[in-house]
């Protein structure tokens, strides 16, 4: 399958500052890449679905201009939260399509003071 | 719309006990179903999926498509089962995007 990682793995920031994720895909080409988002004690809440070289698919509810998702080559998708506030605090999990399955990566624990 | 419910957020048994956690799905297509575990300090990973009609680490699910349940079930588990399992729903028309249940922990006791 495919090694998918995330960095940072974990990032504390200030409020109304902007914070980007990266998902990388290490040894697979990725054309579809997918953010979740995970709050405490709950299930993973899908954002968007990332497509290289075009824009993403935003889910209802997820504001696109606040989640900015660039997927400008096979192996790399970021997600930047922009003037993050501390209700955006939350686990940050991408995962890459491949041979129709998702593999996930380790997820971004983002803190928003 | 499509919805996945796992009723239980947690079950513990002791070891060698018979193992089923729960997972009933909402669809109105053919779906996929799947089993997602994460293990303590672990990314997610996929268990099985019901196309395979496999058996993983001894865990087997049955589609039931007249209840519209995937269950999952072990005969006898074991402490390293002892994870966060999650039910996952693909609809047919979804470009392979996924519905998460809610998520059950497994305890399994020594």
């Known amino acids: 399958g495919a090694v998918v990682s995330q960095h940072p793995s974990r990032v504390i920031c200030k409020s109304g500052t902007s914070v980007k994720i990266e998902c990388r895909s290490l040894?697979?080409?990725?054309?579809?890449m997918f953010w979740y988002r995970q709050f405490p004690k709950q299930s993973l809440m899908l954002m968007a679905t990332?497509?290289?070289?075009?824009?993403?698919?935003?889910e209802q509810g997820v504001e696109k201009d606040k989640f900015l998702i660039n997927h400008a080559s096979l192996t790399l998708s970021t997600l930047t939260v922009t003037s993050a506030h501390p209700e955006d605090s939350s686990f940050y999990i991408c995962?890459?399509?491949?041979?129709?399955?998702?593999?996930f990566g380790p997820g971004t624990r983002l803190t928003v003071l | 719309a499509q919805r996945v419910t796992q009723p239980e957020k947690l079950l513990s048994v002791f070891k060698g006990a018979p193992v089923e956690l729960k997972c009933n799905y909402s669809?109105?297509?053919?779906?996929?179903l799947f089993w997602y575990v994460q293990y303590s300090r672990q990314r997610l990973q996929l268990l099985l999926r019901?196309?395979s009609r496999e058996s993983i680490k001894g865990f087997t699910a049955d589609l039931n498509k007249g209840e519209t349940s995937f269950h999952l079930k072990k005969p006898f588990a074991q402490e390293e089962d002892s994870a966060m399992y999650y039910c996952?729903?693909?609809?047919?028309?979804?470009?392979?995007?996924?519905?998460f249940g809610g998520g059950t922990r497994l305890m399994v006791k020594p």
């Open positions: 995962s890459v399509l491949g041979h129709n399955e998702q593999f």
């Open positions: 040894d697979f080409q990725a054309t579809t």
């Open positions: 990332s497509n290289e070289g075009s824009k993403a698919t935003y």
């Open positions: 669809y109105s297509g053919s779906p996929e």
């Open positions: 019901h196309i």
């Open positions: 996952a729903l693909s609809g047919n028309n979804a470009g392979n995007m996924l519905t």
